[in-house]
C-alpha cells in the first residue's frame, strides 16, 4: 500500500485529536448508534467510528467486524483525513491507493466522510462492504447526514473525570492495552483504576457506586453453543449494557464472564435501579448466533461508597461480591444491595 501524503496542516490536525479525548477510550452507545444505523440503511456488513491519531486509526465505535485499532499507514480512513471531501472505494482489488492493503480482500468497498472537531478533520464515519458497489450521490447525501450527527456527539463532552484522565495517560500505541478486546469495554485494570480515582473526587455528601454483573450459566452457553457463542454473548452483554446506563458510567470486563460498572454521583438506591434496567435490557432479547437464539440473564450485585465510607477499592468489590452471591443464592436474574456501615471515630 502505498503512502499516502501528511497534510501540511497535520500538527493543527493532531492537536484537535488530542483535544478531543477519545484516543484509547472504549466503545459509547451514543457512536455505536450512528454505525449501526449506517449499517442498515446502506445494507453493508460493515461500519465503524474511526479516530484518527498520529500513528493509529483507532475505531471509537465498530459494527460487522473485531478490533480496536489499526496502524494508520494501513487504513483507507488515512485518505479521508486528508481533504475535505469524501474517500470512495469503489473496488479495493483494483484501487492504486489501496490494492495491496491486507484488508482490499475484506473492505473491497469503503465510502468515507470526514468527521470535524473545531474545523480540523479528527476521525472519519465509514462503511464497507466485502463486495464492489456503486454509490451515487444520493447515498453519499446520506452518509455525510450521517457523519453530521456523529459531529455532533464529538462535541458532547461525555465519558467522566476518571476515564477521561485515564485514556490521556496512554502513549498512543499503548492504548489497547487498556481495552478488552473482545467486548471494547475498558478492561479489568482500567476500570479498577476507574474506581479508584472515583474515590478520591467523592465530593463531600455524595456518592459513587458499582455494579457487578456476572452472565447467568455462561459455561452452560459455552458448553451447548461452543466458544464461539460464548463470545458473541460476551460482546451482545457489553453493548446492552452500555444502552443501559449514562454515557459518563465506565463499563468494564472484570474478568471471564464478569462485567464491573461504576456510576458516579449515583447512591445505592439509584444503582439498584440501573441494575435493574440492566437485567431487563439483557434478558429482555436471546443472542442471536447463527440458527441459535440464545437466552441469556444476569445476576447484579450493588455497593456505593462516599465520604462517609472509608473503604478500598478491594473491600468495595468484595461489598460488591457478597451481594451479587446474594442475588445468585436467591434464584439469578436479579440486583442485590450491600450497604456498609460508615466507619466511626
Not at 452518509?143 to 477521561?164: G, I, N, P, Y
Request: proline share 4%; with cysteine; charged share 25%.
Amino acid at each position: 500500500m502505498p503512502a499516502a501524503p501528511i497534510s501540511p496542516g497535520e500538527i493543527r490536525r493532531l492537536a484537535a485529536v488530542q483535544k478531543l479525548r477519545l484516543l484509547g477510550t472504549p466503545a459509547e452507545e451514543r457512536f455505536d448508534k450512528i454505525t449501526r444505523l449506517a449499517k442498515r440503511m446502506f445494507n453493508v456488513p460493515m461500519a465503524c467510528i474511526d479516530i484518527v491519531g498520529e500513528k493509529l486509526a483507532w475505531l471509537k465505535s465498530v459494527q460487522g467486524f473485531d478490533g480496536i485499532e489499526g496502524l494508520r499507514k494501513d487504513s483507507y480512513c488515512h485518505y479521508t483525513v486528508l481533504d475535505e471531501g469524501v474517500c470512495i472505494v469503489l473496488d479495493a482489488r483494483r484501487d492504486p491507493r489501496v490494492h495491496d492493503s491486507s484488508y482490499a480482500d475484506t473492505w473491497v468497498f469503503y465510502a468515507g466522510v470526514p468527521l470535524h472537531f473545531e474545523d480540523e478533520r479528527v476521525g472519519v464515519l465509514c462503511i464497507g462492504d466485502t463486495s464492489p458497489r456503486d454509490f451515487d450521490t444520493e447515498h453519499l447525501e446520506a452518509l455525510s447526514d450521517l457523519a453530521e450527527l456523529a459531529e455532533r456527539e464529538l462535541h458532547v463532552a461525555a465519558l467522566s473525570e476518571a476515564q477521561t484522565a485515564l485514556a490521556l495517560s496512554n502513549e498512543e500505541l499503548e492504548m489497547k492495552a487498556r481495552i478488552d478486546v473482545l467486548t471494547h469495554a475498558w478492561n479489568r485494570g482500567a476500570i479498577l483504576e476507574i474506581i479508584a480515582a472515583e474515590q478520591l473526587r467523592v465530593a463531600s455528601g455524595s456518592s459513587t457506586s458499582i455494579l457487578i454483573i456476572d452472565i447467568d450459566h455462561f459455561k452452560t452457553i459455552n458448553d451447548t453453543f461452543g466458544h464461539p457463542a460464548g463470545d458473541e454473548v460476551l460482546r451482545i452483554v457489553a453493548a446492552r449494557l452500555r444502552a443501559s446506563v449514562r454515557p459518563l458510567d465506565a463499563v468494564g470486563r472484570y474478568g471471564g464472564e464478569e462485567f464491573l460498572l461504576v456510576l458516579p454521583e449515583t447512591n445505592i438506591d439509584g444503582a439498584v435501579r440501573a441494575g435493574e434496567r440492566i437485567c431487563d435490557a439483557i434478558s429482555q432479547t436471546p443472542v442471536e448466533f447463527g440458527p441459535d437464539k440464545i437466552p441469556v440473564a444476569c445476576s447484579i450485585g450493588c455497593a456505593t461508597f462516599s465520604d462517609a465510607i472509608s473503604d478500598d477499592v478491594d473491600a468495595l468489590i468484595q461489598r460488591a461480591d457478597r451481594a451479587l452471591y446474594r442475588a445468585k443464592v436467591s434464584g439469578r436474574n436479579r440486583v442485590a444491595r450491600e450497604i456498609a456501615v460508615p466507619a466511626i471515630g
